[in-house]
T-cell receptor, first 114, second 113 residues
Framework: SQKIEQNSEALNIQEGKTATLTCNYTNYSPAYLQWYRQDPGRGPVFLLLIRENEKEKRKERLKVTFDTTLKQSLFHITASQPADSATYLCALDMFWTGANNLFFGTGTRLTVIP | KAGVTQTPRYLIKTRGQQVTLSCSPISGHRSVSWYQQTPGQGLQFLFEYFSETQRNKGNFPGRFSGRQFSNSRSEMNVSTLELGDSALYLC????????????FGPGTRLTVT
């Protein structure tokens, strides 16, 4: 079965630095990969989606890369701010099943220190 | 546009009881997916409904069931509750067609004692 690993359970960085989060998966390659942000006590919020034929996607201070050879996605937050502190989840599609559902990693809890 | 709503937000039940959770998707969305989130297992897919039909089901026992109504609202039911069912239950809505981000509700926190 598909397995997703996010590099670390927790990551602390200084304000202004770039945070890099890693998502590795095994087995089949998804058609697309998504990143979500989750704050305590709330549901996840969609951030970015990248397709298998896309190498990189950007949105404001966020950047996602997708390497199907390495079976890895990197998620970058540049010029990080304390407000970026949250848990970040990567999710792979199960689109091949014909349904619209996601297979989530366990998340990385990011803390940006002022 | 109103977001995804879930009721109730918090629930305390006793082992052996059953529970029904409700989810109202974003207007116009026809797909509703349900997830269970626990500290140990993270977010796990339960099932997805699209136009009142279950399209896919995750690896959960038959005690977990759901349904979707013609207005796209969805309910999930857990029968014969076990302590391990204590979790945050999240529903997410989307158009359900093609590549699609999902919009999550705030969740229902279920505690089984």
């Amino acid at each position: 079965s598909q397995k997703i690993e996010q590099n670390s359970e927790a990551l602390n960085i200084q304000e202004g630095k770039t945070a890099t989060l890693t998502c590795n998966y095994t087995n089949y390659s998804p058609a697309y990969l998504q990143w979500y942000r989750q704050d305590p006590g709330r549901g996840p919020v969609f951030l970015l989606l990248i397709r298998e034929n896309e190498k990189e996607k950007r949105k404001e201070r966020l950047k996602v890369t997708f390497d199907t050879t390495l079976k890895q996605s990197l998620f970058h937050i540049t010029a990080s701010q304390p407000a970026d502190s949250a848990t970040y989840l990567c999710a792979l599609d199960m689109f091949w099943t014909g349904a619209n559902n996601l297979f989530f990693g366990t998340g990385t809890r990011l803390t940006v220190i002022p | 546009k109103a977001g995804v709503t879930q009721t109730p937000r918090y629930l305390i039940k006793t082992r052996g009881q059953q529970v029904t959770l409700s989810c109202s998707p974003i207007s116009g969305h026809r797909s509703v997916s349900w997830y269970q989130q626990t500290p140990g297992q993270g977010l796990q897919f339960l099932f997805e409904y699209f136009s009142e039909t279950q399209r896919n089901k995750g690896n959960f026992p038959g005690r977990f069931s759901g349904r979707q109504f013609s207005n796209s609202r969805s309910e999930m039911n857990v029968s014969t509750l076990e302590l391990g069912d204590s979790a945050l239950y999240l529903c997410a809505s989307s158009t359900g067609q093609g590549v699609d981000e999902q919009y999550f509700g705030p969740g229902t926190r279920l505690t089984v004692t």
